[in-house]
């Protein structure tokens, strides 16, 4: 590489070349841009840089989510290629379905997309170039036979797997709808129709910024994230802060601002960060790129205008410092289940496993017996159920009696930790965060005849801070 950069200067400097020259290198990042670079190389490229500003010739680098070194900063100007937009998404794939069907002449081939439908397709295709939109496209029609709805998902799997080759993680649809949160289906929702372009364009209306949702583990917060995206039909990439950390120096913070990238590139879409609590800078403890790594996240978290949804969960809120909770556009509190929420829990998980269905009165009645459990361990106590019944050569067939049973052997994990349900709870009634189900609300403050918890409004209060210090985040 010191040879070819060598040999570039030397014909930069010759007084005597026939014509201005446009020389191109491809991936040439790597050599200048590591730590390891050999010295020499990194000088003759800075001469040859020096040499072009004094002659007719130019330079172009092509290189992909590398960061240009300081050194060169003054000597190259640093342009993108972004990824194509929702307008230009469409009309790449109006055009390739144009293409598609004159080329398919006399065969059956017609459009069938609805407008709803085209809407979707497009938000499937963002994220990629236009060459792979083009053959995305055509392969998915070319093997289903058809253009309509059913090619969405094929292409979503196929960009899953493309961007799964780089290190970026989906989360998986949900496999039951979610039960008990009334409050946060109605939002998302409501939030549905910002997607809109016409939204932005001609009244202004941003796509909400993030959401973030607090509560015990295996009260469901997860699963809400998948049904959220489900409503507003978007992919969930998953940022695992424990993943993306690497030994090699800058190389955590790379992966950090590729996940983020790739968000980015994809939007509308979904980041979604399981307990970010944990992420959090906890003191003298914490190593230096776990700090960066958060600022450089609560940067982007505040200035970004890209349709990403930041959707994250919590166990532990009380670190959280005002600043960071108006970041977000909503927040949520998820309590454990009420009866009702209970009785709808079993239902579904029941019929996930194809039990024989229960009338509403034993419903009823499981519901009452499982007080104080959360969805995740009812959706233990059923499946531990099917799977004796099936062993027993009996599939599908569980009595309420063998649920009272289960129920009875398996004590409920936050029976005999109410202080910090409680400390929770006065955390969300405090204006940080809406109850999700205002049914769980009345049940556990006329249980715990807690003054504090009644009368709690649905929605998250803006947030106040005495402190203009923490005005900001670095």
């Known amino acids: 590489m010191r040879f070819v950069t060598e040999q570039c200067q030397k014909f930069i400097t010759d007084r005597t070349p026939p014509t201005p020259t446009l020389f191109l290198f491809q991936d040439l990042y ?7 670079t050999d010295t020499g190389i990194e000088r003759a490229f800075i001469n040859t840089c020096k040499a072009l500003k004094r002659s007719r010739h130019r330079m172009i680098l092509f290189h992909e989510n590398i960061k240009l070194p300081t050194q060169f900063r003054d000597l190259v100007e640093e342009t993108e290629n972004p990824l194509p937009s929702e307008s230009e998404t469409h009309d790449i794939l109006e055009r390739r379905i144009a293409a598609l069907l004159k080329s398919a002449g006399s065969r059956k081939l017609r459009n069938q997309l609805s407008e709803d439908d085209t809407k979707k397709l497009v938000r499937a295709l963002r994220g990629m170039t236009p060459e792979g939109m083009d053959d995305a496209i055509q392969l998915a029609a070319i093997q289903h036979g058809k253009i309509d709805a059913d090619l969405i998902p094929k ?10 080759a780089r290190g970026i993680e989906y989360a998986q649809p949900p496999d039951v709808p979610v039960q008990g949160m009334p409050i ?14 016409s939204a932005k364009e001609e009244w202004n209306l941003d796509f909400p910024r993030g959401a973030l949702l607090v509560g015990e583990a295996g009260t469901g917060k997860t699963l809400a994230v998948r049904c959220v995206a489900k409503v507003w039909g978007l992919p969930v990439i998953l940022l695992d802060t424990s993943k993306l950390m690497q030994k090699e120096l800058g190389a955590s913070e790379k992966n950090l601002r590729d996940t983020i990238a790739a968000a980015e590139s994809m939007s509308p879409c979904i980041l979604f960060i399981d307990e970010i609590d944990k992420m959090l800078p906890s003191g003298s403890g914490d190593g230096d790129t776990g700090r960066r790594m958060f600022g450089y996240f609560i940067q982007w978290f505040q200035n970004h205008d890209s349709q990403v949804f930041v959707a994250a ?5 009380w670190g959280f ?4 909770l108006r970041r977000f556009t909503q927040r949520f509190y998820i309590d454990l289940p009420s009866t009702a929420a209970r009785k709808d829990i079993f239902r ?6 194809r039990l024989q269905p229960f009338d509403e009165a034993r419903l009823e009645l499981l519901s009452r017996r499982s007080a104080d459990f959360s969805g995740d361990e009812i959706q233990l106590i059923v ?3 099917a799977t004796n019944a099936y062993a027993q050569g009996r599939p599908g067939q569980v009595s309420l009696e063998e649920f009272y049973a289960e129920i009875d052997r398996t004590p409920a994990q936050f029976r005999n930790n109410p202080p910090r349900l409680k400390q929770l709870r006065e955390w969300a009634a405090a204006g940080h965060a809406a109850f999700v189900d205002p049914d769980a609300l009345q049940q556990h403050s006329a249980v715990t005849g807690d003054a504090k918890l009644s009368g709690i409004p649905t929605v998250s209060k803006p947030l106040t801070t005495t402190n203009p210090s923490t005005e900001e985040v670095g």
């Open 30 to 36: 790597p050599f200048i841009a590591e730590r390891n």
């Open 184 to 197: 946060l289906e109605e939002w998302a929702r409501t939030q549905l129709s910002l997607l809109e372009p």
């Open 348 to 353: 579904v998980q029941m019929q996930k496993r």
């Open 383 to 385: 499946t531990a159920c």
């Open 155 to 164: 292409i979503l799997e196929r960009k899953k797997r493309q961007f799964a």
């Open 321 to 324: 410092k005002p600043e960071l």
């Open 313 to 317: 969960t919590a166990n532990e809120p």
